[in-house]
């Protein structure tokens, strides 16, 4: 099993910004990629933005330009800096890992941390 520990959200305004972590622990193979989605109240659960191992990033359309997900293989974690936050970005975040076992991949997801953008 891998288990996720997300860190770093909190209470910001408008226009500010955040920095999100996430360690990997445990039985892990080899971790392919993570990536970060949030969901907001009502809403459904949403693509923020993933990373290879190779440093390959792919991000959501409504936080291209904002976000940057960056990535420590050698620490397992990887990282979201969140910049020019918006109300709309009001959410809790999760982390997802998909770790390479032989087989197949398994997909582990963390707790999530919330993120509240708000004057």
């Known amino acids: 099993q891998v288990q996720l520990v997300e860190s770093g959200g909190g209470l910001v305004q408008p226009g500010g910004s955040l920095r999100l972590s996430c360690a990997a622990s445990?039985?892990?193979?080899?971790?392919?990629?993570m990536g970060w989605y949030r969901q907001a109240p009502g809403k459904e659960r949403e693509l923020v933005a993933t990373?290879?191992?190779?440093?390959?990033?792919n991000y959501g359309e409504s936080v291209k330009g904002r976000f940057t997900i960056s990535r420590d293989n050698a620490k397992n974690t990887v990282y979201l800096q969140m910049n020019s936050l918006k109300s709309e970005d009001t959410a809790v975040y999760y982390c997802?890992?998909?770790?390479?076992?032989?087989?197949?991949?398994?997909?582990?997801w963390g707790q999530g941390t919330q993120v509240t953008v708000s004057s």
């Open positions: 445990g039985s892990i193979f080899t971790i392919l990629a």
């Open positions: 997802k890992c998909n770790d390479y076992r032989g087989p197949g991949v398994k997909e582990y």
């Open positions: 990373i290879t191992s190779g440093g390959t990033t």
